[in-house]
């Protein structure tokens, strides 16, 4: 659980958090896979979310997920491309959050996530939460948390720091 004093300053950077899904570069299920290797090579992102005409997301979609077609023994071919859409090599198993998500959730997933995709209860894709985001509030509180708050140690907590291999103990 997130400390009071930490969630509430999170709180005051969350509208920076999420990044919306009409200014995030993505792809639908159905185009070819030559259109998708355009886009990714322009952008420049590692992975983009893959939508249907509705916005549903579906999938998630790399770099990596279409030059593996495009590679035949020794050589690289854009010809297998050819007859290929995204959701032939799209992503389908991946984490996401809802917008009624809790910040603990969101943290624990952008551990292992440079980003999260955000949906809404129709699984409608919403945005990105991005790791680089979420750094930079907390460098924000890193900064200014004893301007808003007093933090002071508590008396019953020992604090234990090595030097030179010897354990000192502090009260």
Known sequence: MIAKSIEEM??????SFLIPGDKVASVQEDNPLTHAFLLLTKVRYSKIPV?????HLLGLLTMPMITDRMIELMDLSFDPLK???VKDVMQTE???LKTTADMDLALHLLVDNPFVPVVDEQNVFRGILTRREMMKAFNYIAHNIENDYEITEKASRHHISKL????IKHA
């Open 164 to 167: 030179a291999g010897t354990e």
């Open 94 to 96: 991946f984490d996401t």
């Open 51 to 55: 939508l249907d005409g509705e916005s």
């Open 10 to 15: 999170l709180l005051t950077k969350q509208n």
């Open 83 to 85: 007859d290929l859409t």
